[in-house]
């Protein structure tokens, strides 16, 4: 329990950091005291935050897929990032895994841990997609790494449930 709730805390300054750094004006930029429209500013803080859970991603898979025989497709691949690389990370399977057969797959998460400390209400759906971009690199980054390209993206409805969208690219 005590890890989680490290990682949970961890996570929430890591995006705090990115966000308060995004909106202090740098060397840089110091001479405009605009640094660019809000939605710029949060598509820098949301890429940066993906790109470090890429990172991060790849280096999980390569310490959990250690013992592991290769996968025989697609599908096994997913149903991996569902039972084990998602109960190490969250401490739980994803709820739903759907896939059109066509390279398209939706990993549902009726309870991520991520958005339940700020699941309190409606007011904070607009804020979800920064706490769910580092989530998406994870993600991302395993998939790459277990030699699938894939574009991953989050859907948020009803807090604290969540959708990821990943669409494979196919050579």
């Known amino acids: ?43 820098r803080c949301v890429s940066t935050l993906e790109g470090m859970g890429f990172r991060v991603g790849q280096g999980l898979i390569e310490r959990f897929t250690r013992e592991i025989p290769s996968f025989k497709d697609e599908l096994d691949v997913m149903k991996f990032i569902c039972k084990d690389f ?47 971009a580092f989530s998406c690199g994870l993600l991302r980054g395993a998939l790459c790494n277990l030699g699938i390209d894939s574009t991953v993206t989050a859907e948020v409805s009803v807090m604290p449930a969540c959708k990821f969208h990943v669409v494979l690219q196919k050579p």
């Open 1 to 43: 329990m005590a890890d989680e709730a490290v990682f949970e805390l961890l996570h929430a300054q890591l995006v705090a950091r990115v966000y308060s750094r995004s909106h202090s004006p740098g060397p840089a930029d110091s001479d405009s005291p605009n640094p660019g429209p809000e939605q710029q500013v949060q598509g």
């Open 86 to 132: 998602w109960t190490n990370l969250f401490h739980k399977q994803i709820d739903n895994l759907r896939t059109n057969h066509m390279g398209t797959y939706v990993l549902q998460d009726n309870r991520f841990r991520l958005l339940t400390q700020i699941s309190s209400g409606k007011q904070y759906l607009e804020e979800a997609p920064k706490f769910l």
